[in-house]
Nanobody, 124 residues
């Protein structure tokens, strides 16, 4: 099982930027894709962004497209989420995750392994 540790969350104002990072460790046979999901208070967990194994393909939820950018550094075994133009509705606990499935399936398929999450709070 792979272990995922998120960092970079915090309290920011609307319009600010924030960068989340995720460090992966442990053992897993296949990690074809990685990504981020979030869960706001009183709401179910939702897909945010995903990236393919090498990083050539990325996918985003419509709500964050154009504002968020996902990237990965396989040499360092990390994945990041650059969040720009943050809105109050972005407030949520953000979870780093990995999946044996392709990045394109994240919108409809739950990932396999999760981190503990990092809180992102955006005030208006």
């Amino acid at each position: 099982q792979v272990q995922l540790v998120e960092s970079g969350g915090g309290l920011v104002q609307a319009g600010d930027s924030l960068r989340l990072s995720c460090a992966a460790s442990g053992r897993v046979y296949s990690s074809y894709s990685m990504g981020w999901v979030r869960q706001a208070p009183g709401k179910e967990r939702e897909f945010v962004a995903s990236i393919s194994r090498i990083g050539g393909d990325t996918y985003y939820a419509d709500s964050v497209k154009g504002r968020f950018t996902i990237s990965r550094d396989n040499a360092k075994n990390t994945v990041s989420l650059q969040m720009n133009s943050l809105k109050p509705e972005d407030t949520a606990v953000y979870y780093c995750a990995t999946s044996a499935g392709y990045a394109s399936t994240w919108a409809v398929r739950t990932p396999d392994y999760w981190g503990q999450g990092t809180q992102v709070t955006v005030s208006s």
